[in-house]
């Protein structure tokens, strides 16, 4: 939870996210304020999954705008994150230690999934959880993973919408690698 803990410490300065109040690593908890929005997969979300899915977008899209790359401390790239599967003993494909070129670097979520943007009662995106992995890398690795999430969460189709709503068009090479890279690592 320290990892948790810091970033969400960090990112409060630009970005909306709980804060946090206490932490413990022995008993992995942490204690944050409540913030008044829902998880973009609360059952009320799940009914209206295009308002949902384009918040999650320009969400992330915010997100990516905020966050300084220059003062983030933490690494998120893809070789960080192979080193770190090889330390816990995943052994990774071959073929994903040649990452495309970065198109834009930016201060990832680490764990862009659905459930970790909380929206509003309007359905914009206010604030966002789960941030033990934040940090520097591709902006199509958050990307890859929220679009791949769309899927779990609302079925197929959406993933298109998310990247719409983030204001790009769709890297079908970094969208497969980067969906790779998280499923392996």
Excluded: K
Aim: with cysteine; charged share 25%; hydrophobic share 45%.
């Amino acid at each position: 939870m320290r990892d948790e803990a810091e970033r969400m410490r960090w990112a409060r300065t630009w970005i909306s996210v709980p804060e946090v109040l206490e932490q413990d690593d022995a008993h992995e908890w942490l204690v944050t304020v409540a913030i008044d929005a829902s998880s973009a997969v609360d059952p009320r979300w799940a009914a209206e999954p295009e308002t949902a899915v384009r918040a999650v977008g320009v969400g992330i899209r915010a997100l990516h705008d905020a966050l300084p790359v220059a003062e983030c401390p933490w690494e998120w790239s893809t070789h960080q994150r192979i080193a770190d599967a090889a330390e816990r003993g995943t052994i990774v494909a071959e073929d994903l230690l040649q990452a495309p070129p970065i198109d834009r670097p930016v201060v990832c979520h680490g764990d862009a999934c659905m459930p970790n943007t909380l929206l509003d009662t309007d359905g914009r995106p206010t604030a966002f959880v789960d941030l033990a992995a934040l940090g520097v890398a591709d902006r199509w690795a958050d990307i890859a993973v929220a679009s791949m999430s769309t899927m779990w969460n609302f079925g197929t189709g959406w993933e298109d919408t998310l990247i719409e709503a983030y204001g790009v068009d769709p890297d079908r090479d970094r969208l497969a690698y980067y969906r790779r890279l998280w499923n392996e690592t």
